[in-house]
């Protein structure tokens, strides 16, 4: 699929959020939210999470069959689509039970990456700013 690079970096950002609040007591316990937990980290802690989800969502997110969005909408993939992908992607590596552990994983954080996907802007309706 071609998704624009606002969008990879959008969907990959949510993705990452979602894993910083999963580990950390205070986003589960409801005492903070996802975003402040993301900004209490330094630019490294950010770089080194980004840097590890990428590895495992960008591949996938770019081997995503294309389908038609409309202005307005996000894709929208059926989770057979996604494991299929995904299963493509990995390849066989390990053993049976590992190699279903990361496709469940993979296919998980793809499925979070994909909903924090933003919607589809109408080229036609982009306008260049006005050159004197």
Avoid: C, N
């Amino acid at each position: 699929m071609r998704f624009t690079e606002y969008e990879l970096t959008a969907a990959l950002t949510g993705a990452a959020k979602t894993v910083v609040a999963s580990r950390r007591k205070g986003v589960r316990r409801g005492k903070v939210d996802a975003d402040t937990a993301w900004d209490d980290l330094d630019r490294y802690q950010r770089f080194q999470i980004l840097d590890q989800l990428g590895e495992q969502i960008l591949p996938v997110l770019v081997a995503l069959p294309d389908v038609d969005v409309a202005p307005g909408t996000r894709a929208a993939y059926s989770d057979r689509d996604v494991t299929e992908t995904v299963e493509s992607v990995l390849g066989d590596a390990g053993g049976k039970l590992r190699r279903a552990v990361a496709v469940k994983a993979r296919t998980a954080l793809t499925q979070v990456a994909l909903a924090h996907l933003p919607p589809r802007q109408d080229p036609d309706a982009l306008s260049a700013p006005d050159e004197p």
